[in-house]
């Protein structure tokens, strides 16, 4: 039942491998290797390609990977335990010629194969036949609890109601001294004389406290009579220097004001010039560049894993060689403290989770080095993850790709969508100025049809655009135009349109503004979906906030998974790149990116740091981890 088993060195080495079939697995193995080993994404232990499962173990000691395929239609609960008993009779039986790295030898290791497979057959064949079984007492939770502790003595009630008494409030502590205080003796009765009638002087008295007590209750009365001031009404709030419409004219402050006889705009001509060639680096502020190669995250109690020291000079430096291999429970502590630091800078909880087990996974059996300890092992091992994971698997490089489909006399498409408000039409703007300072015209496709104020928001950055850069210093050549039909229009016809606008006016570059849509909007995502697959456009750039955490997570994966169900194809076109935007709102909280790169394993193209222009960076991996660990 199995298709392929392989056994090969993190170098690329192939030691022993069987197949069973003549199908060709190098794809497969390949796409392991560069989406799951090389991405850190090794916390889990199974991965899909095409028709096939491949599920895969890591040795950390020799460097060594096993890898077992099948097709992923059947269910074989055995492969677990057929991997691991591979693995163990592997490194038993070579183990002298892996520590000396002998990677040369013929390993005959065939007859221990075949035996392994049949006992892990046999144990699954058995295991299915056993019916499921209920839970016995000793594995529930009730038997950890003792005998002691589930008795109930009437001291143990009578304890709990004292405590009980005592938690009060003080209201019933004041109830329980008055029931507590000796009973006051009543006042004697007047005695009645001996014709019964009672005293003068008593009655006098009695008298005395009757007119008391109505001149008290007409006091109260009148108290409460008394009419309380009504409250005055909210007034309106007049500013000091608030002004008429008569002073419009004096506090008109707008410098790109168009005047009456066209548009002509005012340009600032300072930051042109300033985007020619590729996007620089993006810096992110950190305290010092001498510890950029050691993160900072603080581990309390970090013990080096150096040995007790005993008697003899061989002793000494018997100590100082790293011996110790690592373990799940060794590494435990660190992990948990640097999932809590991942999570406060900005990283999604889930993402943070399966990196600190991708990271575990990676260094359990590993023997540490001289004076290493483990929290810096793993602090370091996470650093080197993290960079991974943003350093892109492909170089998206737009220039080069522009100037390749302007030679094939067709224009470079370039569709964002995203949620709403995250700054699509803004950083739309940012990458027009960028294309138009290294010479390309550039068409804005407006398919934000909803939104009011949409269109009217391009045609503004058009025209401060065409400002920065006229006609006259291009050959009496618009720059960027803007193709809009209006609004309550189908998207994916205007794009069209606008695609072949800019094919039969020569223009270079066609960047496609969307609706802003919810993740969860399911007709505005079928619609999203039509207009990629209709227009098949070059590159399709999600547009994301850095502020935000679990929630770009939620966001990636629908949006991904709505472009693969509602384009009716067997090769759907979904995320191409990730542009991050308002990145200079959240300081050292940069996991947001480390979130988005990690659902969608696509790089992040663009990162938006401003309102102008030229607020444009692209991504600088090392820089970002840094402040991450910061």
């Known amino acids: 039942m199995l298709d392929l088993f392989t056994i090969f060195s993190k170098g690329g080495i192939v030691l022993w491998c069987f197949q069973s079939t003549s199908q060709i697995f190098t794809p497969s193995v390949n796409a392991l290797i560069r989406s799951v080993i090389l991405q850190e994404r090794t916390g889990t232990h199974s991965f899909e390609h095409d028709a096939l499962r491949l599920q895969y173990k890591l040795d950390n000691e020799f460097e060594l990977v096993f890898v077992v395929a099948y097709q992923k239609i059947l269910q074989l609960s055995y492969v677990d335990k057929f991997l691991n008993d591979v693995h163990l009779e592997f490194r038993d039986r070579y183990k002298n010629q892996l520590q000396n790295s002998q990677w040369f030898l013929d390993f005959d290791f065939k007859k221990n194969y ?31 609890k003792t005998v002691a502790s589930m008795i109930e003595r009437k001291d143990d009630k009578d304890t709990k109601k004292q405590g009980k008494k005592k938690k009060g409030t003080n209201a019933n502590e004041d109830s329980q001294m008055k029931i507590q205080e000796p009973l006051k003796p009543e006042p004697p009765k007047p005695a009645n004389n001996q014709n019964g009638e009672l005293d003068e002087e008593i009655l006098m008295a009695n008298r005395l406290k009757l007119a008391q007590k109505l001149t008290g209750q007409k006091k109260k009365a009148e108290k409460q009579k008394s009419p309380k001031p009504e409250k005055a009404g909210k007034k309106p709030r007049v500013w000091e220097l608030g002004g008429t419409n008569k002073d419009l004219a004096n506090l008109e402050r707008t410098r790109d004001k168009p005047e009456e006889s066209g548009d002509y705009v005012p340009a600032d001509t300072n930051m042109i010039g300033q985007m020619k060639g590729g ?71 889930d993402i943070s ?8 996974v990676k260094l359990e059996g590993k023997v540490l080095g001289t004076f290493d300890s483990v929290a810096s092992t793993v602090k370091s091992t996470l650093t080197d993850a993290l960079v991974q994971i943003l350093s892109p698997k492909r170089r998206v490089d737009i220039l080069r790709d522009a100037f390749e489909a302007k030679k094939n006399s067709r224009p470079y498409v370039m569709t964002f969508c995203g949620v709403n408000g995250v700054g699509k039409s803004t950083n739309l703007a940012k990458i027009c100025f960028w294309l138009i300072e290294n010479n390309f015209r550039v068409l804005i496709a407006a398919c934000d049809t909803f939104r009011a104020g949409a269109v009217e928001q391009l045609r503004t950055h058009m025209r401060h655009l065409n400002a920065l850069h006229p006609p006259e210093k291009h050959g009496n050549n618009t720059m960027v135009q803007l193709y809009e039909k209006g609004y309550g229009k189908d998207a994916a016809g205007i794009a069209m349109e606008a695609i072949r606008f800019a094919k039969d006016s020569k223009i270079d570059v066609v960047l496609v503004d969307t609706a802003g849509r919810m993740q969860d909007n399911e007709p505005l995502m079928r619609a999203l979906a039509k207009l990629i697959k209709v227009n098949e456009p070059d590159l399709v750039l999600f547009v994301g906030e850095a502020l935000v955490g679990n929630e770009a997570v939620d966001q990636l994966v629908k949006f991904n998974q709505a472009l693969a169900d509602y384009s009716n194809s067997s090769n759907p076109h979904m995320i191409d790149g990730i542009v991050l935007t308002k990145f200079d709102t959240i300081d050292d909280k940069v996991g947001a990116a480390i979130s988005m790169t990690y659902i969608t394993g696509q790089p992040i193209v663009f990162v938006g740091t401003g309102q102008t222009y030229t607020d444009l960076k692209s991504l600088n991996a090392k820089a970002v981890v840094h402040a991450l660990m910061k």
């Open 114 to 144: 075949d035996r392994i497979l049949d006992a892990a057959e046999q144990w699954g064949r058995t295991q299915a036949k056993l019916p499921k079984q209920m839970r016995t007492f000793d594995e529930s939770f009730k038997s950890k």
């Open 279 to 349: 996007i620089r680096d993006l810096e992110v502020e950190s305290e010092s560049e001498e510890d950029s190669d050691e993160p900072e995250v603080e581990i309390e109690n970090e013990k080096p894993q150096v040995q007790k020291k005993s008697g003899g000079m061989f002793a000494m430096f018997k100590s100082l060689v790293g011996n110790k291999s690592l373990s799940s429970e060794d590494m435990l502590p660190v992990l948990d403290k640097l999932k809590d630091h991942l999570i406060s800078k900005n990283v999604a909880t």
């Open 353 to 360: 989770r399966k990196l600190c087990d991708s990271v575990r």
